[in-house]
């Protein structure tokens, strides 16, 4: 084990990825611009490797505890961890996963690529109904944007007894809060997008996985598919990566003093946070997550159209979609079409951010009242 496995992720996130140090060395990695290198090298040319990714890598390799690629976005990722399945191979993923996810899973199966088996992945027994033949258990915890938890460590378990892979999006919880990688998983994938950069001003997403051959196939996707970072955007995330763990944290205690606010406020029917003692994902969560994030939902006493004007009505939150920057944004889920029928009409997805928890309160309780 190397002195750097030792350490905590709040050191992880500022120490790894850096040049190696030496007299007048780079502190930080450079963006380094290079389609084209000398011959005789491992490289060789710029849609195989870059030193900007390489220390991106490193960082949040570190942060996962496992070795990692960085892809142009989530998506990017996502879609190479699909394309090394077989043709017809079984994948049993959340039915209110990821929009994106739900809707490359839908084209792959309707054209036969894949099968695609929806479940409800915090029903703990219907998943494992669905496993037997699976190839490819996808699972996002928690799930968006009603934040149900599935059990990963007993699900992960299930899956590789069984000899399924398991690949976990791990967005929203974050490294800080479950690696699964260490509870069994094959692949994390992550939109780098959201809480790693955390500025709002990147696209980019990234997997890990410990299985060697594995990677190397991902690796191989990577460089053939061609759905490669752009060294600045890689720059850009490293440097937002150094404070994640502070960001997230602040936006987590911010997130569980709202949520417990909003619970008892007159004009709210619900609150979706699995950070709160009385939420139905309570237990589950606090069993083998270390937090409990810095998403949150809420469904409103009365219909889509009063959420909407409440979600138009901040000054300090913006209305905008996304989620894992350092300012807070709020928006009505189902004003999208292709949102789950399952989602409530009024819910209103929260993703908290630094801001201080008191001007974020006003803001909530003016939109509130104005709306
Ligand atoms: C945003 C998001 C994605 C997609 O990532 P992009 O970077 O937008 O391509 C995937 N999964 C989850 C959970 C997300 O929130």
């Given at each position: 084990?190397?002195?750097?496995?030792?350490?905590?992720?709040?050191?992880?996130?500022?120490?790894?990825?850096?040049?190696?140090?030496?007299?007048?060395?780079?502190?930080?990695?450079?963006?380094?611009?290079?389609?084209?290198?000398?011959?005789?090298?491992?490289?060789?040319?710029?849609?195989?490797?870059?030193?900007?990714?390489?220390?991106?890598?490193?960082?949040?390799?570190?942060?996962?505890?496992?070795?990692?690629?960085?892809f142009s976005s989530g998506m990017a990722a996502i879609s190479a961890v699909f394309s090394?399945?077989?043709?017809?191979?079984?994948?049993?993923?959340?039915?209110?996963g990821y929009s994106g996810v739900m809707t490359l899973l839908?084209n792959?199966?309707?054209?036969?690529?894949?099968?695609?088996?929806?479940?409800?992945?915090?029903?703990?027994?219907?998943?494992?109904?669905?496993?037997?033949?699976?190839?490819?258990?996808?699972?996002?915890?928690?799930?968006?944007?009603?934040?149900?938890?599935?059990?990963?460590?007993?699900?992960?378990?299930?899956?590789?007894?069984?000899?399924?892979?398991?690949?976990?999006d791990?967005t929203?919880?974050?490294?800080?809060?479950?690696?699964?990688?260490?509870?069994?998983?094959?692949?994390?994938v992550h939109s780098v997008t959201k809480?790693?950069?955390?500025?709002?001003?990147?696209v980019m997403g990234s997997l890990?996985?410990?299985?060697?051959?594995?990677?190397?196939?991902?690796?191989?996707?990577?460089?053939?598919g061609?759905a490669?970072a752009?060294?600045?955007?890689?720059?850009?995330?490293?440097?937002?990566?150094?404070?994640?763990?502070?960001?997230?944290?602040?936006?987590?205690?911010?997130?569980?003093?709202?949520?417990?606010?909003?619970?008892?406020?007159?004009?709210?029917?619900?609150?979706?946070?699995?950070?709160?003692?009385?939420?139905?994902?309570?237990?589950?969560?606090?069993?083998?997550?270390?937090?409990?994030?810095?998403?949150?939902?809420?469904?409103?006493?009365?219909?889509?159209?009063?959420?909407?004007?409440?979600?138009?009505?901040?000054?300090?939150?913006?209305?905008?979609?996304?989620?894992?920057?350092?300012?807070?944004?709020?928006?009505?889920?189902?004003?999208?079409?292709?949102?789950?029928?399952?989602?409530?009409?009024?819910?209103?997805?929260?993703?908290?951010?630094?801001?201080?928890?008191?001007?974020?309160?006003?803001?909530?309780?003016?939109?509130?009242?104005?709306?």
């Amino acid at each position: 084990m190397s002195p750097k496995e030792t350490l905590r992720p709040e050191t992880l996130a500022i120490s790894s990825g850096r040049p190696a140090p030496g007299p007048d060395a780079l502190l930080n990695p450079p963006i380094a611009l290079n389609s084209t290198f000398h011959a005789g090298g491992e490289v060789g040319y710029g849609r195989y490797g870059n030193e900007t990714w390489t220390a991106l890598e490193e960082a949040i390799g570190a942060l996962e505890s496992g070795p990692t690629l960085v892809f142009s976005s989530g998506m990017a990722a996502i879609s190479a961890v699909f394309s090394i399945l077989p043709v017809g191979a079984v994948v049993t993923a959340s039915n209110q996963g990821y929009s994106g996810v739900m809707t490359l899973l839908g084209n792959l199966h309707t054209s036969g690529k894949i099968e695609a088996r929806f479940v409800d992945v915090s029903n703990t027994e219907e998943v494992l109904a669905a496993l037997p033949g699976t190839a490819l258990l996808w699972l996002e915890s928690p799930t968006n944007p009603t934040l149900t938890v599935a059990d990963l460590p007993r699900l992960i378990a299930a899956a590789k007894a069984q000899g399924s892979g398991v690949a976990v999006d791990n967005t929203f919880a974050t490294p800080l809060i479950q690696q699964p990688l260490l509870m069994g998983a094959d692949i994390v994938v992550h939109s780098v997008t959201k809480y790693l950069a955390g500025h709002s001003d990147v696209v980019m997403g990234s997997l890990s996985s410990r299985d060697p051959a594995l990677l190397a196939r991902l690796e191989d996707a990577r460089k053939i598919g061609g759905a490669i970072a752009g060294p600045f955007e890689a720059w850009l995330a490293l440097r937002g990566l150094r404070t994640f763990p502070l960001r997230f944290e602040r936006a987590q205690a911010n997130a569980m003093e709202i949520a417990s606010r909003l619970s008892s406020h007159p004009k709210v029917a619900e609150v979706f946070y699995p950070g709160l003692p009385g939420d139905r994902q309570h237990e589950r969560a606090a069993s083998f997550m270390k937090g409990f994030g810095a998403v949150l939902s809420f469904t409103l006493h009365s219909d889509g159209v009063h959420a909407d004007r409440v979600c138009e009505s901040s000054s300090v939150i913006t209305y905008a979609t996304s989620l894992g920057g350092i300012e807070s944004l709020w928006e009505r889920r189902r004003r999208w079409a292709g949102e789950s029928m399952t989602v409530p009409e009024s819910l209103v997805r929260l993703s908290v951010g630094c801001e201080n928890v008191e001007d974020l309160w006003e803001d909530i309780v003016q939109s509130l009242e104005k709306a």
